[in-house]
């Protein structure tokens, strides 16, 4: 990882006092994993002081199987580039049970875990895939409102994310879930070149098509239109269709210039030191980053950074007087390269090019000085002139019938809790009035199907909300 930490400049957010002191990252995990594994990573590279929580979902027996490999190589990107990070939950969900993936991710949004990584993914256009991305969407738009971050792997089949590598068929262009989601930050690959002190020297888009070991995931979603915050250069291009466009960002993920890991397990053969890429290990390097810059962020303003993406492309056209130049490492075509994410012989597509693209993203980060620009973004909202108000009111939710509702009520008093009074109104008249405490500088969600005792497949019901603070926070 110290090669990594110089090459992205982690180096300089560890000189600037942010090392991931009082943070959490969170993992979502289809497997489990060999403790005596982490452990000897991290007294190697960092993070043995970092409290691991392992969080088993509906029962799971958190035993290291065949995907175990996956998990420890999310864990030890993590504990070697964010080397004091205060802890690191593990949420473990069978691989075979959908209803545990989802309650994993339930469980992430109740425990409003800050920064969360996961690399595990779907073809957006599988077979049965499409209820289950639209229950995805519910919780991540509740990470977003409530402040968190939620990065995805973008896939290592390039610009065919349903591509079967052992019968060759699936050889349409299609993206990856939940990297395509909206209120998610996907994650491509590079293959990244460094000079002879372990500096930066430049980066390409990972295509290892040759070797079929993999190339980065990105294109076009067929599901999500592209959301008013992806605006900058290169968004607007030749393949674009008014529809997401994946991955926001990239990092190294080239196997072949890839990451020092510690394995006994799950596919791991013979155990021992191996060097082992991703997009599965460039969305857990991101997240690292991410807990640095939260601590930053937390220092100047009491905050998270939160949602990430619509900052990252402010950045992209200079809002605020950010630089993408300073911020991100823009990746190009080289000459002599494989410059696109094609990794099945689709005339090219997709390839890289200046700024944003769709085998990239925005490109790989500087991480001081996207930090920098990411905290400039979080101070720079107006000045607040009148008064705000203590009465606000919310019509024609629903609850049940497949819908889930969420209410994310937030405190920015810097000493007192506020009190939250949520008075529930039905069709048929009134209903409960809940009163909740919202401690200083903090937020609260309130999951309104259990406040409601209306379970997601229940009967549903319309609901409108007066939410009022009874003290005047």
Request: glycine share 12%.
């Amino acid at each position: 990882p110290s090669q990594i930490a110089t090459a992205y400049d982690f180096n300089k957010l560890y000189d600037s006092g942010s090392l991931g002191e009082g943070q959490t990252v969170g993992l979502l995990e289809l497997d489990g994993y060999s403790s005596n594994d982490i452990a000897l990573y991290a007294s190697c590279f960092g993070g043995k002081n970092t409290q691991i929580q392992t969080i088993p979902i509906d029962g799971y027996n958190g035993a290291a199987g065949a995907n175990a490999a996956e998990v420890e190589l999310d864990m030890e990107m993590v504990l070697g580039l964010a080397p004091r990070l205060a802890s690191l939950r593990v949420y473990e969900a069978s691989i075979s049970s959908l209803a545990a993936y989802n309650d994993a991710w339930a469980r992430i949004v109740n425990d409003g875990t800050p920064v969360v990584s996961t690399s595990w993914v779907f073809c957006e256009q599988g077979a049965g895939v499409a209820n289950e991305i639209q229950q995805e969407n519910i919780f991540f738009q509740a990470a977003a409102a409530q402040g968190q971050t939620i990065l995805a792997a973008s896939g290592d089949l390039g610009a065919t994310g349903c591509y079967d590598p052992q019968t060759g068929s699936n050889t349409t262009p299609s993206v990856d879930d939940p990297a395509s989601q909206p209120f998610v930050t996907g994650v491509g690959g590079t293959t990244l070149s460094l000079n002879a002190d372990n500096t930066y020297q430049s980066e390409r888009v990972w295509n290892d098509r040759a070797l079929q070991n993999g190339a980065s995931g990105g294109g076009v979603s067929k599901v999500w239109n592209m959301p008013s915050w992806q605006q900058g250069p290169g968004v607007a291009n030749a393949y674009s269709t008014g529809y997401r466009e994946v991955p926001d960002v990239s990092i190294n993920a080239d196997p072949q210039t890839g990451y020092d890991v510690y394995c006994s397990v799950g596919g791991c053969a013979g155990g021992g030191w191996r060097v082992l890429g991703g997009t599965s290990a460039a969305a857990p390097v991101w997240a690292a980053m991410v807990a640095l810059a939260n601590e930053t962020a937390l220092k100047a303003n009491g905050y998270n950074l939160g949602f990430l993406n619509p900052s990252l492309y402010a950045i992209s056209h200079g809002v605020g007087g950010t630089s993408y130049a300073s911020s991100f490492h823009d990746i190009v075509p080289v000459q002599g390269g494989v410059n696109n994410n094609d990794y099945v012989g689709n005339n090219g597509t997709y390839p890289d090019s200046s700024m944003y693209d769709l085998a990239t993203g925005l490109g790989s980060f500087s991480a001081l000085s996207l930090t920098q620009s990411l905290l400039t973004l979080s101070l720079g909202g107006p000045t607040r002139t009148t008064a705000t108000s203590t009465t606000w009111y919310f019509a024609e939710g629903f609850v049940g019938q497949k819908f889930q509702e969420y209410l994310t009520l937030e405190n920015p008093d810097t000493k007192q809790a506020a009190q939250v009074q949520v008075q529930y109104l039905f069709a048929t008249g009134q209903g409960p009035t809940v009163v909740h405490s919202v401690p200083p500088q903090s937020r609260a969600t309130i999951n309104v199907n259990s406040e409601l005792n209306t379970p997601y497949t229940a009967p549903g019901r319309a609901v409108s909300m007066i939410v009022t603070s009874l003290n005047g926070v």
